[in-house]
C-alpha cells in the first residue's frame, strides 16, 4: 500500500471525517479543551502502539517523554527565549537521543528488560523536573508561553483544536503507512515469532531500537504542543501513573491497531470527566476496567470487536 | 563523626532489610509465572493500614491486629490470583504484567476510598525509647524489622529445602511442564506462590509501618524499590533479593547522609538502569538459556 493508499484506509476517513464535524458539538472552552487532550493522547497512544503492539515491548516510561517535549518547550521559550517550533523540535531531539542511548544496549536482551529500563528512566525524569526548581518550578509547575507560527499567535481552544487534530492525523496516517513498508512488514514479522525473524536476517534489535526512538519522539511532540496549548505544565503530566495512563490507553482500544489507540486514548481521557461525580472512586475503577478489560478483551476493544463483526 | 557514620548505616541496613522482603515477593512470583507483580506494593500499604485501621479505628490490641492485618493480606493475594491472574493464565506475559498494574491501581484506590487519603502511624510493637549503640540511636522496631528478615530467609530456605511442597514449587519454577508431569500441580502452586509474596509484603508493610507513616499512596515507591532491589540482585534468587536489598538501602542512605538528600529517592532507579546496561541478570542472576 502506498502512502496514497493511507490516505483513503476508510478508518482514516472517518477518522477525519470525526475530527471535522466534531467542533460542532464542542459547545464551550470546556469541551474543546478536552477533545485537545483526546487528540495529544491519541497522538502518543498511536506512537506508543507501534512498541507495545509490534515490536512487543512495554515502555513505562513514555511520559517522561511527553515531560521532556513540555519542559522543553517551557523551558526553552520562558528562560532563553527560543522561537516555540524550534523548541518543539529541540524537545523532540532531546526525547530521541535519549530513548536511543537508553534503549540501544538494552533491547539487544530479550524479554522485559525495556519495561524495567524505561521505569527507572522514568522515575529519574519525574524527580529531576520536581528537584530542579529554579529551572522547572517544581512540583508546582511553570507556565508557558504562547508559540507564534511565522508571527502568528496561537491562542484559544478552537485554534488549538485544528492543529492537534492535524497533527493527529498526520500521525495516524505515519503510523498506517510505516506498517504497510518494509519495515512495517518486518516488524509485524517479529511481532508474530521474534526468531523466525531474526533467522530470516532482519536486524530485530536495532528495528526496536528505531520503533522506541520513533515513539519516544511522537510523545515529546505532543508533549511540546501541550505546553503550549495549556500554557501551564507539571511534573503530574511525568508521572509512573500517567505512564500507565498511556499503556492502558493502547491495551484497552487494541493491540497492534493504530485506530484502537485512537479509541482507547479518547476511552480514557474522557473517563475522568464521566466519573466527576464519583472523583474518589476514579481510580479503583480505573483499575477494575483495565484488569476485566485484559480478562476479556485480552486484545483489546477495536481487534475484539473486529473480530465478533467478522 | 563515627556516631553520624552508624546512624547512616543503621537506617540504610533498615530500609535495606524492608526492599529485600519486598523484593522476596517479587521473586517468588517471578519464579512460578514469570510474572512481575506490580502489585506487591500494594500488598505492603494494605497490610500497613488495615493494622492501623484495626487498631486505632477498632481499638483491636496491637498483638491482635498485626496478624489479622498479614491474614487478610494473604487472602487478598489469594484472591487477586483467583480472580484476576487464573482467568488470564493464557494470556502473553505483557497482558499478565498489566493485569497485575491494573490490580494495583483497584486496590490503591478502594483503600483511599474505605481508609482516606490521611497519613497513619502504627504503634512501634516494642516502645518508642531509642536505644543508644556508640552513639547512634536505633529505634526498637528497627530490631524487630530485622529479627523479622532473618526469620523469613531461614523460613524460606527450610521451606524449599525440607518440604515437599516447598520442593515441589522449586520444580514448578525450574520447569513448568516437567513439574506438571511428575503430577505437581501448577495451578495450585502459582496460587501458593501470590499468597507467600502477599504474606511477605503484608509483613514488610505492618513491620515498617511504626517507623515511616503509612498512607494509600505508599505503595507505589516500595514496590518499585523492592523491584529494583530484586532486579539488582538477580530476579528470582532469594540470596539476589537480600544482597539487592542491601546494597539499595545502604546507597539510599549514604547518598541521602553525604551526596544529596534531594535525589535519595532517585537511587535505586539509577542503580536499576546501571544493572541493566552493565549486568542485565544482576549481581546473583541465573543465567537462563531460552528455548526456540
Known amino acids: ?310 | 563523626m563515627i556516631a553520624a557514620f552508624l546512624q547512616t548505616l543503621a537506617s540504610g541496613v533498615t530500609n535495606g532489610a524492608i526492599y529485600a522482603l519486598i523484593g522476596l515477593g517479587f521473586s517468588m512470583i517471578y519464579n512460578t509465572s514469570e510474572v512481575i507483580n506490580f502489585a506487591q506494593g500494594e500488598f505492603v500499604m494494605l497490610a500497613g493500614m488495615s493494622a492501623v485501621a484495626l487498631t486505632s479505628g477498632g481499638h483491636v490490641p496491637l498483638i491482635l491486629a498485626v496478624p489479622a492485618a498479614i491474614l487478610l493480606t494473604t487472602l487478598v493475594g489469594l484472591l487477586v490470583e483467583r480472580l484476576a491472574i487464573e482467568p488470564a493464565r493464557h494470556s502473553s506475559l505483557t497482558t499478565l504484567i498489566i493485569i497485575t498494574i491494573g490490580v494495583s491501581i483497584t486496590l490503591r484506590g478502594l483503600v483511599e476510598v474505605g481508609l482516606g487519603k490521611d497519613f497513619h502511624r502504627l504503634a512501634p510493637f516494642s516502645g518508642d525509647t531509642p536505644l543508644d549503640f556508640a552513639g547512634a540511636r536505633i529505634e526498637p522496631q528497627t530490631l524487630w524489622i530485622l529479627g523479622g528478615l532473618v526469620l523469613v530467609m531461614a523460613g524460606l530456605a527450610w521451606f524449599f529445602n525440607r518440604t515437599r511442597l516447598g520442593k515441589a514449587m522449586l520444580a514448578t519454577s525450574q520447569n513448568r511442564l516437567a513439574a506438571e508431569l511428575m503430577g505437581i500441580d501448577v495451578k495450585v502452586m502459582l496460587r501458593l506462590s501470590f499468597a507467600f509474596s502477599a504474606l511477605l509484603g503484608a509483613l514488610a508493610g505492618v513491620l515498617t509501618a511504626p517507623i515511616t507513616l503509612t498512607r494509600y499512596e505508599v505503595g507505589i515507591m516500595l514496590g518499585l524499590k523492592g523491584f529494583c532491589a530484586a532486579v539488582i540482585g538477580g530476579l528470582g534468587t532469594a540470596a539476589g533479593a537480600l544482597a539487592g536489598g542491601l546494597i539499595l538501602g545502604l546507597s539510599e542512605a549514604m547518598a541521602a547522609g553525604y551526596v544529596s538528600s534531594a535525589y535519595k529517592d532517585a537511587v535505586a532507579f539509577i542503580l536499576i538502569l546501571a544493572v541493566l546496561l552493565f549486568s542485565p541478570k544482576g549481581l546473583f542472576g541465573r543465567r537462563r538459556a531460552d528455548r526456540v
Not at chain 1, 493511507?6 to 477525519?16: A, C, E, N, Q, T
Open chain 1, 1 to 310: 500500500m502506498s502512502a496514497r493508499q493511507g490516505l483513503l484506509h476508510p478508518g482514516f476517513l472517518v477518522l477525519v471525517l470525526v475530527m471535522a464535524l466534531l467542533p460542532l458539538g464542542l459547545a464551550n472552552n470546556f469541551w474543546y479543551d478536552l477533545a485537545i487532550k483526546v487528540g495529544l493522547n491519541a497522538m502518543i497512544a498511536v506512537g506508543l502502539n507501534l512498541l507495545i503492539g509490534y515490536a512487543g515491548q512495554i515502555s513505562l516510561g513514555h511520559a517522561a517523554f511527553f515531560a521532556i517535549g513540555a519542559y522543553a518547550s517551557a523551558i526553552l521559550t520562558s528562560h532563553y527565549g527560543i522561537p516555540g517550533l524550534l523548541a518543539l523540535l529541540l524537545g523532540a531531539l532531546i526525547a530521541g537521543l535519549l530513548a536511543w542511548a537508553v534503549a540501544r544496549p538494552i533491547l539487544r536482551l530479550s524479554g522485559h528488560y525495556l519495561a524495567m529500563a524505561t521505569l527507572g528512566l522514568g522515575i529519574i525524569i519525574s524527580i529531576v523536573i520536581n528537584r530542579e526548581i529554579a529551572l522547572t518550578g517544581g512540583p508546582d509547575g511553570m507556565a508557558v508561553p504562547t508559540l507564534y507560527i511565522l508571527g502568528w499567535a496561537v491562542r484559544g481552544a478552537p485554534s488549538w483544536y485544528w492543529i492537534v487534530a492535524t497533527c493527529l492525523a498526520l500521525t495516524t496516517l505515519f503510523s498506517l503507512n510505516l506498517m504497510n513498508s518494509a519495515f512495517g512488514r518486518g516488524l509485524r514479522a517479529l511481532s508474530n515469532s521474534e526468531i523466525a525473524a531474526a533467522s530470516v536476517g532482519l536486524d530485530t534489535a536495532a528495528m526496536k531500537v528505531k520503533i522506541f526512538v520513533v515513539s519516544a519522539i511522537i510523545a515529546a511532540l505532543a508533549g511540546s504542543l501541550f505546553a503550549h496549548a495549556e500554557l501551564y505544565v507539571t511534573p503530574d503530566e511525568s508521572g509512573f501513573l500517567r505512564s500507565v495512563e498511556l499503556v492502558t490507553m493502547v491495551v484497552v482500544g487494541g493491540q497492534a491497531s493504530t485506530f484502537g489507540a485512537v479509541i482507547g486514548a479518547g476511552l480514557l481521557t474522557i473517563l475522568t470527566p464521566l466519573l466527576a461525580g464519583a472523583q474518589d472512586w476514579r481510580d479503583a475503577l480505573f483499575g477494575a476496567i483495565l484488569v476485566a478489560t485484559m480478562i476479556f478483551l485480552p486484545r483489546g476493544l477495536v481487534p475484539s470487536l473486529r473480530r465478533l463483526v467478522r
